[in-house]
């Protein structure tokens, strides 16, 4: 017997078939024995649709009436599934955020999960009955819904895994699992069987796009074993056998690679600050007024300076690289640069692994294998299980190729 | 200055337009210096969908899963209007049945208020907040939501006008007041500018669909002024002066017209049983199984014995009909008729007016107009201001037009 929470994104709910699919895939689990608790996202298209109305009505509207609005999809979801469930046999109740209670702060529409009252949903799990929580959603210290962000479900299954202690947090999805790298651009791509919290966070932020960076911080700090599952496959096994990848601590990794994977992300702009005064300072003037406009920097480069001047190159997402220019040019004079370079058109490749903790020469290989194809490097950052590269756009799958095949990744 | 409760029901919040134009009519009053609460259906359609996916799911779903989904609709709705109303710069927030609390009893999907809360919206109402507030549910004993069953949002206003103790409640709907009878019927019907709740009682359960019968109940016992309003006039004025129709006590009507209205109903049929012995207790063997098997009889007459036998005849819902045949041929033997004669092709029309109790010779009139046309009048019912006759379906329309110009209703 294992306890369970099951995740569906909403592809997986997206109609009613769909939601019978989901109500005998949680039917196995219970006949197998296991307690079972399940979440759900809105059926898909319905939240971008109350998103609209709500932008619709006025672009800058009350964050607290669109929880009101937004977390309505869930809710009809939780209710449907229930009847799904109940009409095979299988009891089972809806649970919306305010009834459990599941609290959160009152930062409505990013909300963050503060507690989720458990013994009442274990109580009735021990009884046999599922309990179907609709995901992305809770109760503010005002007493009102709050929402979690976009793709908060993954959150809210992981938060309920940990305060249920289940044993596993099975999330549904439309892959079926972690890839060394997106199997859309190297074919020979292979799935990870397992992967480290700390792989998938940095597989996560910089483009593999598979569950909710937040979740995933969750389940690391709170030991929540997350499987990432197909929802699509012929829907006749128990997630416990289905071929799925577990994010787990890494101790659970006994056979290490050094490398688990290859991530890119093309959503990236470089700026190149030219002809700064090197001195004490510098750094703060610019990236000040850049924080304080809101716009996230990620890898900065500072060269060596000469005759007292310097450049400052950094990337920041691509679509702030506007509202960045005018931020720094409002600025020149207490920057005192000389000149303002722009490129939207550049990627960066990652190469992930907590390996690297115990191997040299990771970053060694990744640098001969791109100049082995000719592939400039712009950028570098490193952080301990992680290499970052920025490049040209158009070598994105040449890189991310080459890089495959070198880390001994392609399946063979 | 006055205490509103305002109503919009589904077609008056049917896209963002229309809940613009809402929020317009809201911030009038609000404007001139009123304090006001709205209640909302859910935009139309949409509980339409909702209820044929749990059918779907399942015919005999689960009645609190049922609410669940359901109340998803009026819960979009008031945070919709809350954010236009907001944008148009009137204060205003949402309320769920189980923020206020709208406390209802445990009968899911049909459920009675049994209070609410209204010390927290009175508070914000007088600080100039507008209370927005979803219709047709509140939360049950168990803490799930309840919904109070179709057109349940009339009875939330007026129950809330009632726990605001409001000065009016206010209901917009697509037809601009209460008339005489069916103006698609007589084209010289007139609006009437006050209607006895009584009277409108009697009016809307034989026919005439403005007011949920519930809510009129409600409104009567809690003494609520209800107006019933169109919201697609040109939407200039306030609600205090627009031409709606005033739902209240008979003691405020002052010119008390003998007869408001011409009513009539063609969801009927008859049922006659035939030589049936004329002893105690034969009502009793005849409609003790129809009540058993949920079949609401209306008028019923019974002929006067001859030779020990008698005739029984009376009306009930034509839906019901194919059930109360089968329920009373399983009773034969029992009942001891001869002949069972159903007529499904016949209508009910009805003469309504509280000056009845104080005015003899209304049903006199009745009986010579329609005597006058050669109508046939085949099953009389009456009550203390309520004159009802069964008469062929085919002559519905001549029979209302004869009956409003002989009491002198037309519009002149």
Redesign the interface.
Known sequence: MSRIVMKFGGTSVAN?DR??AVAARVKREVVAGNQVAVVVSAMSGVTNQ?VK??Q???PL??A???D??V??GE??T???L???L??IGVEA??W?G??IPLSTDDAHGRARIEGIEGAELIGRMARGQVPVVAGFQGIGPD???TTLGRGGSDTSAVALAAALKADRCDIYTDVDGVYTTDPRIVPRARKLQKIAYEEMLELASVGAKVLQTRSVELAMKAGVRVQVLSSFDDGSGLGSDLPGTMVVDEDEIVEQEIVSGIAYSRDEAKITVRHVPDRPGIAAAIFGPLSAAGINVDMIVQNISADGSTDMTFTIGRTDLPRAQLTLAAHQGEIGYAELLTDPDVAKISVVGVGMRSHTGVAATMFTSLAAKGINIQVISTSEIKVSVLIAADYTELAVRALHTAYGLDVV
Chains 1, 2 share one sequence.
């Open positions: 009613l939601i019978r109350l109305w709500c619709e009505l006025s509207h009350d607290r009436e669109y009101t609005v977390a309505t809710q009809v939780s209710g449907l229930a009847i799904a109940q009409e109740r809806s919306q305010w009834q007493r009102r819904v």
